[in-house]
Nanobody
Framework: QVQLVESGGGSVQAGTSLKLSCAAS????????MAWFRQVPGKERGFVAG????????RYEESVKGRFTISRDNARNMVYLQMDSLRAEDTAVYLC??????????????????WGQGTQVTVSS
């Protein structure tokens, strides 16, 4: 069973940047789509960005388009989320997830079977 560990969260001012990392261990993620979700208390987990197994295709939630960039390094078993021009409404716990089945590009929480513990991102205005 693959294990995912996120890092890179923190408390920042609006307009600044953060880069989140997701390290996978115990199994290879190279054949699977990966994604970042975020969650705030009292709300459902929401899709932020996803990337296909090859890294050539990505999908973004509307509010982060042009500000966030998802990438992956299959040789290192890593996935990243570069977050620029952060806003207060980006404040959440960010979670990394691996898709349930190989290949494809998916975005619903039910399409993912493995989740990390999350890393807190707090943006103050």
């Amino acid at each position: 069973q693959v294990q995912l560990v996120e890092s890179g969260g923190g408390s920042v001012q609006a307009g600044t940047s953060l880069k989140l990392s997701c390290a996978a261990s115990r199994d290879n993620i190279s054949k699977y789509a990966m994604a970042w979700f975020r969650q705030v208390p009292g709300k459902e987990r929401g899709f932020v960005a996803g990337i296909d197994w090859s890294g050539r295709s990505a999908r973004y939630e509307e509010s982060v388009k042009g500000r966030f960039t998802i990438s992956r390094d299959n040789a290192r078993n890593m996935v990243y989320l570069q977050m620029d021009s952060l806003r207060a409404e980006d404040t959440a716990v960010y979670l990394c997830a691996r898709a349930k089945f190989p290949f494809g590009l998916v975005s619903r929480p039910g399409d993912f079977t493995t989740w990390g513990q999350g890393t807190q991102v707090t943006v103050s205005s």
